[in-house]
């Protein structure tokens, strides 16, 4: 108030600002130099414009909080480490991260590329792909997202990579398609290492199967998981459902049972080593055999080799 005085104001009227939710935005006041009482007119003048003044202060913090979200936002699919970009209903690119850029090899062009952002799309059977049939394409056509596909993306230096998309179209408040959104990402890796894996897993079921003394796979609780047809021949199975998934214990001479768990576990826990026993085939036919395991370096347990070793 002295600071007032001292400035020479002689009268002072002020109108609190709240939004339309109630909330305290602040206050508009007037001064006098000369001592005032405002009249009914004033007052209702300063109404009018301190409603006005608070709706402008509201929307300055509402524009203010989309800008704040809009920034967090794109900071946030800036360092999503896959390719992310955006189109209008038409299909039209209007964004894309970085990452997009990295996985493309290329820079696309806003308001010029369509449907995705890469150089060149082809099914995973290597027919090529356009891009107007691309799954972003399909999703904006059809209205709805599209999942469990996979493409393959061209760059433009000749490096092809295998991907699945994510497109999920966008709608506002009133139903109304205004683009989509799209995540491309890279499974390459993943595929080059199941390729790898399936050639692995087929040479050695080829070396076993050619194999004229029984291998078998045995669990570390004893499940027998896989057995060639030499060993099946020697447990008188006529396939492998006979015996696959269930416990290779069954097949051990009663007083060798023991003494052979206790070998499968050693095994199972890192242990080489041979052992000789009994089995008595699913007929009822009694062989000694002479096993060697190895154990496997990751689960479900060791690979045995046996061979019949007569009495």
Not at 23 to 47: F, N, V
Not at 165 to 193: C, E, S
Not at 194 to 219: D, G, Q
Not at 233 to 240: D, E, F, K, L
């Amino acid at each position: 108030m002295a600071l007032l005085l001292d400035a020479g104001i002689r009268a002072v009227q002020s109108t609190p600002l709240f939004s339309l939710s109630g909330k305290m935005l602040g206050m508009i006041s007037s001064h006098w130099r000369k001592p005032h009482a405002p009249t009914e007119r004033d007052l209702r003048l300063l109404d009018i414009l301190a409603r006005q003044a608070a709706d402008l202060i509201e929307q300055r913090q509402a524009h203010e909080a989309l800008r704040e979200s809009e920034r967090r936002l794109h900071e946030i699919v800036e360092a999503i480490p896959a390719a992310v970009y955006t189109t209008d209903a038409d299909g039209r690119i209007t964004f894309f991260n970085r990452s997009a850029v990295e996985f493309s090899g290329r820079v696309p062009e806003l308001g010029a590329d369509s449907w995705c952002v890469t150089w060149k799309l082809y099914n995973t059977d290597g027919t090529p792909l356009p891009h107007d049939q691309c799954p972003m394409a399909v999703a904006l056509r059809e209205k709805k997202p599209v999942r469990g596909c996979e493409a393959v993306a061209e760059r433009p230096d000749g490096q092809r990579r295998v991907f699945t998309p994510y497109p999920t179209p966008l709608f506002d408040a009133n139903g109304r398609l205004t683009g989509a959104v799209n995540m491309l990402v890279d499974i390459t890796d993943r595929k080059q290492a199941e390729e790898t894996l399936r050639e692995s897993e087929e040479r050695f079921r080829a070396i076993v199967e050619t194999t004229p003394e029984c291998v078998k796979v045995v669990a570390a609780d004893g499940t027998l998981l896989m057995m060639n047809e030499a060993g099946l021949a020697m447990v008188g199975a006529t396939a492998s459902e006979d015996v696959t998934g269930r416990n290779v214990y069954h097949l051990i001479a009663p007083e060798d049972r023991e003494t052979f768990r206790g070998f499968n576990e050693r095994v199972c826990a890192g242990e080489k080593g041979s052992l000789e026993f009994d089995i008595v085939g699913l007929n009822g036919t009694r062989r000694h055999m002479e096993t060697h395991g190895v154990p496997l370096r990751r689960p479900p347990g060791y690979v045995s080799g046996q061979r019949r070793k007569d009495h």
